[in-house]
Nanobody
Framework: QVQLVESGGGLVQPGGSLRLSCAAS????????MGWYRQAPGKERELVAT???????NYADSVKGRFTVSRDNAKNTVYLQMDSLKPEDAAVYYC???????????????WGKGTLVTVSS
C-alpha cells in the first residue's frame, strides 16, 4: 500500500514562513503529479499548488509569489515553502500524489491526512 505523510505545520505569526513536507512511502513504482491543497474551517478544499514529474508548477492566484512547491524524486517527497504568511492562509494542508504501485501500474491519486497551519499573532 501507499501512504502520504505531511509534516511541518504549526503556529506562525503573520509575515512568517513555514515549510511543509509530504513523504510518500510503500510499494511505489512511479509518481506523477504531486500537489498541495488546503481546507479552512467552513470552506471547501482548494488547490494551493501542484508540480508535475517534469517540475512544471501551478499555483492558486492567492499564493503566487509567496509559496513555492518543489519535489525530491529520490525521496518521493513534495515540499511547500510558504513565505509572507497571512491569517487567511490558516487551514489544514493536504498533499496528494498520483502514484503507480509495483503491483498495479496505473496512476491512482492518494491523499495525506493533513497538517494544520495556524497564522496568528
Amino acid at each position: 500500500q501507499v501512504q502520504l505523510v505531511e509534516s511541518g505545520g504549526g503556529l506562525v505569526q503573520p509575515g512568517g514562513s513555514l515549510r511543509l513536507s509530504c513523504a510518500a512511502s510503500g510499494s511505489i513504482f512511479s509518481i506523477d503529479a504531486m500537489g498541495w491543497y488546503r481546507q479552512a474551517p467552513g470552506k471547501e478544499r482548494e488547490l494551493v499548488a501542484t508540480i508535475t514529474s517534469s517540475d512544471s508548477t501551478n499555483y492558486a492566484d492567492s499564493v503566487k509569489g509567496r509559496f513555492t512547491v518543489s519535489r525530491d524524486n529520490a525521496k518521493n517527497t513534495v515540499y511547500l515553502q510558504m513565505d509572507s504568511l497571512k491569517p487567511e492562509d490558516a487551514a489544514v494542508y493536504y498533499c496528494n500524489a498520483a502514484i503507480a504501485t509495483r503491483t498495479r501500474r496505473i496512476y491512482v491519486t492518494y491523499w495525506g491526512k493533513g497538517t494544520l497551519v495556524t497564522v496568528s499573532s
